[in-house]
C-alpha cells in the first residue's frame, strides 16, 4: 500500500470539494482548481476528509495511487493558502521591476528581459534583487520559477544569475594565472 496515497486529505472549513466519477473541482477562498484523474483510482469524500483508493495491484495503479492523492492535498493548500516560490537575484547591476503586473529582468544582457504574468499568476518585488512568484497552482508556480530562473541561471565561477532562495551554488576555482 502507498504510504503517501493511503493518507487521508483533510478538507478546511471554507473550501469545497466535488468529485463527480474521476473529475475533481476544489473551491476556495484564494479561487477555483479542477483536474481530471485517472480512472484507475477513486474518491470518496466524507465530513471533511477525502480518502483515495485504487482499483487492482499494478504497477500503474500503485504508481498513480500516491500520485492522484498529492496532487488532490496540493489542489486543496492552493486554494486555501496559495503557493509561492522567493526568487534572488545575484551580479553587480543585476535588478528587477514590476512593470504592471509584469516583470522586467536586467542581467547583464543588452537589453532588459520581460516576464508576462501568467493567468493565475501574481509577482511581487519587495526589493531590487528578490521576486516573489505566487498563485494557487503550485505546478504553475513552479514552472513559472524555473522560466524566470532559465533567463539567467547562476553560474558557478562568480555565482551571479537568478537562483532560488537557499539555493546553493557550487563555487568553482577560475583560472591560474599569474
Do not use: C, W
Amino acid at each position: 500500500m502507498s504510504r503517501i496515497g493511503k493518507m487521508p486529505v483533510t478538507v478546511p472549513s471554507g473550501v469545497d470539494v466535488e468529485v463527480d466519477g474521476t473529475h475533481v473541482t476544489v473551491k476556495g477562498s484564494k479561487g477555483e482548481l479542477s483536474r481530471e484523474f485517472t480512472d484507475r483510482v477513486s474518491f470518496t469524500l466524507d465530513d471533511g476528509v477525502i480518502n483515495v483508493g485504487r482499483g487492482d495491484d499494478t504497477r500503474e495503479s500503485r504508481a498513480l495511487h500516491g500520485l492522484s492523492r498529492a496532487l488532490l492535498a496540493n489542489m486543496v493548500e492552493g486554494v486555501s493558502e496559495g503557493f509561492s516560490k522567493v526568487l534572488e537575484i545575484q551580479g553587480v547591476g543585476y535588478r528587477t521591476s514590476l512593470q504592471g503586473s509584469d516583470i522586467e529582468l536586467l542581467v547583464g544582457f543588452s537589453h532588459p528581459v520581460n516576464v508576462k504574468a501568467p493567468k493565475g499568476i501574481t509577482f511581487e518585488v519587495p526589493e531590487p534583487t528578490r521576486i516573489v512568484v505566487s498563485g494557487i497552482d503550485k505546478e504553475q508556480v513552479g514552472q513559472v520559477a524555473a522560466d524566470i530562473r532559465k533567463v539567467r541561471p547562476p553560474e558557478p565561477y562568480k555565482g551571479k544569475g537568478i537562483r532560488y532562495s537557499g539555493e546553493y551554488v557550487r563555487r568553482k576555482a577560475g583560472k591560474a594565472g599569474k
